[in-house]
Structures are given as C-alpha cells and as structure tokens.
C-alpha cells in the first residue's frame, strides 16, 4: 500500500511572514521602496548630487568622487531609518553566486562615543580578503589583496531577513590587487561598454544617431524552479548537498498529461509567490509574469526586461529571494537544472537585445522589414557572430547541472542554431538571392464563432526546441541553464556580437566610403548582407532541434556539437578566443584563463561532491534498508519452506533481490573509485570524471531504482518522487 510520509509542513510557528488576508496596497505604492534610487535620492540628496547620481545609474556617466560623501551620509540616514544595522559591498566572484561581508555602521571614537558612520570612501572602495575565492591561478593564497568598487550605475538595496535583520547592499565590482576581474560584473560592464561601442557605429552609418547618447544592453531571465515540502528535503542528503536527486524511481505519473502547465497555481504555491513578488517589488525588481512549468512542482517566474547590468543584478537576487521566501512556506525552492531525472528540468531563457538610450529597440523588425536594413545589419551580425563563435556561446553555458539538460529531448541540444521564423527566413533569401522586396505577413486568424475576436496572427511561429531564437524584437537565449549566473552568458553574447558589428560597421565604411548617398549605402549593405548570409546561414534552422535527424544534419553542415561540459569549457581558453576578448577590452589573456579554469575545477568538484553524496546515500541508507528487506524476504521463504509450502517466486524474487543489491554493492564501489583515481589537471580531471565517474553513477541508479520499484514502502529509506512532486498539491 502506498503510505506517504506525513507531510506536515514546516511552516514556521508564527506562518508566513505575510498576512495575506488583509487588503493589500496596489504595489505601485511600494515598488522600489528598498531601493536607493528614484524618489528616495531626490528626497535626500541636494539636486545637484541627485541629478549627478541619477546621470550616473541612468546613463552610465562616470561619478564625481566629491559628491560620495554626501551620497554615503544620504544612504547611511535612509538605510538606518528602515533598520540596517550593518552595510556590505555586494559582489559577484567567481563562484557563481554572489558574496558579501558586512561592516557595521557603528564606530567608536578615541573618547569612547559611539557614532554611526559612512564614509564616501567605504561606498567607493572595499578591501576584502581575495585569497579565498576563486582566482583560477591569478593570485596565491599569500597575496590576499583585493578590492571592491562601487558600481554606481545599479542601485544600492536593502536586503532583509525573515527575522527583520536589515542590511545595506552596495552592487560592486571585485578585482586583484593587480587590477585583475576576479567576478562576472567586471566583464560584463566591460562587454556592454564593447557592443554599445561598435552599435553607436552601425547607428552613425545609417545616420539615426542623432540625440542618442548611448545603446545599451537590455536584458529579461524568465526563471524557472521547482518547490518541494520543505520536511522532504531534509530527509534526503541529495537534495540537501547536491540541490538534486541522485537517486529516484520515477513515480507513475509525471508531466504526460500535459496538465501541470498553465494550471491552476495551487494556493499555497501563489501565497509564496505572492511574498516573493512583494519583496521583489519592494526592491524594484520589476517581475511580472508567473505560472505552473511543466513538470509537477515545477513554476516559472518572469522579470520586464531591464539594462543588462541591472537586469544580472536583480536575476541575482531573484534566485536568492526565491530560495530565502519558499522556507517562509514550507518549501524548499530547487533551482537545479536538473532536480528529478526523467522529470523536465529547468532553464532559464535569457531575452536579449540592443537599444539607444532613447529607447529604440536595435532588434525590432518594424512592419516592411525588408526595407529595414538597419535592423538586418544588426540580424545579420547576431546570425554571424553565433555562427563564428557557437563553441564560445556553447562553453558559456557548460555546467555540471546542465549537462542533464542540454540536448535531452527537453531542451534545446548542445548544437547553437539560431530560430527566426518564417518572415525573416524569407528576408534571407530574398538578401541572398539579391534585392530583399517584400515582408511576408502573419495576417489574422478567423476562429469561426462570431463572438470570437479576429486574432492577429505574427508572420513566425514559436520554437521551444531551439537554443537560441529569434522572438519577435530580440533573441532568447534557451539553452542557459537555470542556476547560472547570467553575467557570463551575457558577456561572451556580447562580445561575440560587438566583434560581428565591428566587422560589419567596417566593411561598411570601407565598401560606402565616408558620408555616402542613400544609393551608395544600400547597395553596400546589400552586397554585405548577402555575403554574410552565404557564409554564415547553416547556423540557422527552424526544425525540431530535438530530432536525432537535426543532429545528423548539423554534422553535415559542419556545426560544433560539444555534448558535455568536460568539452565545452576548455574552448573558452582557446587562442580565438583570447584575442577576442582582449581585443574589446573585455578580459586579458590571463583573466580569460582563469575564468576556464575556474569553471573547470567547479565542474570537477561538483561531480565530486555528488559521487559522495551518492556514496554516503548508498552506503548508509540504501544498502541497509536492502539487507533489512532481503532478511525479510529470506525469512519468509524459510518460513514458507519449513511450513512444507513450495514457494519458487518468492525464492526468484529473494534471488533477484540479492543479484541487484550486489550490483548496486558493486557500483559504489567504482564511483568510490572513479574519484579516488585519475588526473588532477581540471581539463583531464572532468574528461576522466565525465568518461568514468558519470556511467557508474548512473549504474548506481538503475540498480538502486530498481530496489526501489520492487522493496516494500516501509522499508525504503527516501522520500519518493510521487510523495515529493504529486502528493500534498
Ligand atoms: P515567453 O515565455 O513566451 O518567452 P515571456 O513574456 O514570459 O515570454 O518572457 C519574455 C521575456 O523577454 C520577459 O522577461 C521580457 O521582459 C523579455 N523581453 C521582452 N522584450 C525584451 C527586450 N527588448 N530585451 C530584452 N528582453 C526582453
Ligand atoms: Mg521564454
């Protein structure tokens, strides 16, 4: 009989830190309400100071050093007022999360006073401890030094616990005592500087840069996550450690039905959802869109786009919001790629474009598309520089996580295609075939009921299968998995893409020579475009990128395929690649470097941690609860046979039972031995625990599933799939 575990909630004593009965306010009327920015600054700030802090966050433009200490004493006033007692340089180093070390406002003077102080100096520049973060090789435990900056153009926020502790977080930069980026943001404020760049150029040659001062990186992470019963998650190691079930027969029933997508949001789950929205919204973090995914558990939360910096910022703390809310609840919220085998996993689909600071979107096709040939010199250069650069983009989105992903008939493969749609598939072969002439139309759709509106039809479809697609005004990068950190991502996006308008804006200026007639133009970018489409359309394919018959064809078509991370990841270190980045000034030899290692050891400690995880799951509490039942099973058929009762299926099962334990006995000892053995070098290192360690993993789980498909209830040691995703919704 199945008997579920109690599934008593772990709501704390006191419940939801929200009451969620009384009428609430419209969250206009605190959207932003923790943040240092907007209103607040035109309040605290003489104007002057105000209008050079808001010039600053708006437009990027550099902070006068004299105006910080008035800044610093204006956010230490507000920050105290709303009960921080502590203030922190909020950085992102290279573990892929986020860090902070927090200084009380408190100081003692030499007559004893105590004082709270913030000085202009402590905003613009920490000096935290960097030996013991990550530094791949840039810096020896000894030489300690590091610093954090402030990065003035993301708004400095106030993060608070459940328990109502309040601290101040100042969005940083983090880097070497030698200048080196030992974070994400570095490059990534050095990237989008690098595309604005070259995209300034492309605007120049069309002569649409008048008023715009800068183009800007825009940016929206659709999140996707599972919750699980908090009480659950503690009765399993793997998920506790790893954030992942090692270990798990899939329950009867999983996402065939169809009909855990777009459902109705069980009411527990919206009362999370609603105090992550409030407390995301308090900090001007603008989500809008949420709903059930489609696994069982599984839910989908959705930003409005923002500039890129900000936008990497606020994903941060959305992940940590997600987490820090769902304990509130009872939950626990999994952000792993891959939390359940055989259950869709989760991504996170990074929407990405280009705009001016007047807010034209560079990726908006407009209605005649084909006489829109600033829009299809930015196109082509996106399709160009994704064509060139599919192993970079590729390794950007290497993990341990997402390598149970990426490629397995649920999200999209470890080949970089690029979607467009039937409109803008037509314009490639119109620019290919000569003079692009026409935009086909998506037209409307009559749906036979007069009381039914004519719906609007779009001139392309949606593809779920492809990792990077065209989505009517930007790409949306589908293969990011989703607990990356999606500063690097965007950085290698970016670059790649500031490399292809350089190219472009070049051979433009070159072939139409300086101040050209319109005439001129066009027939340049005309010749431009149809040389690049030529050269680099193989990239583009509209068909189910899940289908083994894509994968054949992009082999033919000579597209890289880099199944794992143990492949991908060394390409980032690649010679191209170097020169690449250090070209647009986005990373040095050595900072790239690092960062490939980086990854790399991380990848290798993650299967690491996982081998021993599964080891102490198997040793622990698989194997005994396997002998347990085994003595049961032996008992019975002694017992059966001493009572003169012939019993051949209970002795085949005991046979069978004992054959499994054996092989499961035998498996863990080859993940105990994959990890004690081969390589240390992180590139041979995780082609070695890619090549040995991941098969007897999954060895271990056919045996150890196997047991439990067939051991009674009440004997197995774990949560099941069915009590943690389908019971107690
Ligand atoms: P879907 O699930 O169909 O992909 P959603 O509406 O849930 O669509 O998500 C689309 C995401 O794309 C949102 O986060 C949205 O803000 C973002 N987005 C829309 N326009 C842009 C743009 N110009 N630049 C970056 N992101 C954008
Ligand atoms: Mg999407």
Redesign the pocket.
Known sequence: MFSPRSIESVILEEGPTMDLSEPRPPASDYFGRLTFTGDVMMRRLPPDVAMSLAATIQHGAPLDPALANTVAAAMKDWAIEHGATHFCHWFHPLTGSTAEKHDAFLSVNSDGIALEKFSGDALIVGEPDASSFPSGGIRDTYEARGYTAWDANSPAFLLTTAEGVTTLCIPTAFVSYTGEALDTKTPLLRSIQAVAKQAMRILKIFGTDAGVSRVV??????QEYFLVDRSLVNERLDLAVCGRSLVGAMPPKGHQLDDHYFGAIPSRVLSYMTEVETRLFELGI?V??R?NEVAPGQY?I?????TANV?VDHQMVTMHILRDVARNHGFECLLHEKPFAGINGSGK?N?????TDTGV?L??PRDETHTNMQFLVFLCAVIRAVDLHAELLRASIASAGNDHRLGANEAPPAIMSIYLGEMLTDILDQLESGKPRSTVKGGTLDLGAHSLPIVPRHAGD?NRTSPFAF????F?F?AVGSTTHVAWPNTVLNTMVAESLDFMATELEKRAGRKPTEAKLETAVRGLLKEVVKTHRRVCFDGDGYSTKWHEEAATRGLPNLASAAEALPVIAARDNGKLFSKYGVMSGRELKARSEVLLEQYCTILEIEARTLSTMVRTEILPASIRAQAELADAVGATQVAGVECPDAEQALREHVGTVAALRRGIDAVDAAIASGPHTPEKRARHLRETLVPAMTAVREASDHLESRMPADVWPLPTYAEMLLVGR
């Open positions: 990186g825009t940016l929206g992470c659709e603008p809008k869109t709903h989908e959705a930003p409005t786009f923002e936008a689909h929407n990405w474009s280009l705009s979107n990726l908006d949606r989505t009517g005004n930007k949306e589908r």
